[in-house]
């Protein structure tokens, strides 16, 4: 089955985007590590791209075998109109959004969150599009099962992030059992956990090399679907040095896909 990751597998490389690489590299580089999906993220500012570059990017995913997704972050009806539309040029049938706004002018909260919804479930449904909320930071998963119930599950689900509630001090087996029955695709991310219950941190790992109980999650996510849509994502830390950072984003990927694929096995047979 294929293995997936998204554009913040390669997050350093991106962020001077003076530097920042074509999405027909990254695809490249993508695929050479074993990368056979590729969600394409806000953090490739991908509306500034340009057409010609997005045309490149595509023949080259379907030269190399991978597939491509789109992914934004915002709480802006406006903005995300613009992701659909362009979603549709691209033919893409989903869209992964992050509710929350990228310039912390607002909060996520379930007013700003309905609101969006309600401007742009119908928007998606128009395009024959599925939008896939991902849970992230300060809304609570609870919270999107309620904001979601509303429409029609085949049109409105979820990108389930294994790491991303952590702040909210909601566990891995929580979101996924609250938010399993409307998952599009799952975000694999490992995490460790650093110090102790005065003072402590959250901080990257490989997948299956951190505190993330691995087997649990397929466990529990091959229980309802044969061949779930699977991305490896990371945490990387930074060195502060451009060239080393994005090498080793490379390195965890790699390492993260090998990881996962190894694992595969056993619920894969």
């Not at 992914?71 to 959004?97: D, H, M, N, V």
């Not at 309620?146 to 389930?160: I, K, L, Q």
């Not at 991303?164 to 995490?191: I, M, Q, W």
């Not at 990881?259 to 047979?269: P, S």
């Amino acid at each position: 089955m294929k293995i997936g990751t998204t554009s913040f597998g390669f997050r350093y490389a991106y962020l001077d985007p003076a530097k920042a690489p074509t999405l027909s590299e990254m695809i490249r580089q993508a695929q050479a590590v074993g990368i056979e999906r590729l969600q394409i993220c806000e953090n490739t500012r991908p509306l500034e791209v340009s057409r010609q570059e997005w045309q490149e990017a595509q023949h080259c995913a379907a030269d190399l075998g991978v597939e491509l997704q789109l992914g934004c972050k915002t709480l802006s009806p406006a903005a995300a109109e613009r992701y659909i539309q362009l979603a549709q040029e691209l033919s893409f049938q989903q869209l992964r959004i992050v509710m929350e706004d990228p310039d912390h002018r607002e909060h996520a909260t379930r007013e700003t969150v309905v609101r969006l919804l309600e401007a742009t479930v119908p928007k998606i449904q128009s395009a024959g599009m599925r939008l896939a909320i991902e849970n992230h930071f300060d809304i609570s998963s609870t919270l999107l099962v309620e904001v979601a119930s509303p429409y029609p599950a085949n049109f409105v689900g979820f990108c389930v992030d294994t790491a991303n509630s952590l702040r909210s001090f909601e566990p891995t087996s929580e979101v996924l059992r609250l938010l399993g029955e409307r998952a599009y695709c799952y975000h694999l991310k490992d995490y460790r956990v650093v110090g102790s219950m005065i003072s402590f941190s959250v901080v990257g790992a490989p997948l299956g090399e951190g505190d993330l109980d691995l087997d649990s999650c397929l466990k529990t996510i091959f229980a309802r679907l044969p061949a779930p849509p699977l991305f490896v994502e990371t945490w990387t830390p930074s060195e502060n040095n451009r060239d080393k950072d994005v090498a080793l984003d490379a390195k965890w990927v790699r390492r993260s896909a090998q990881n996962l694929r190894a694992r595969l096995e056993k619920f894969t047979k």
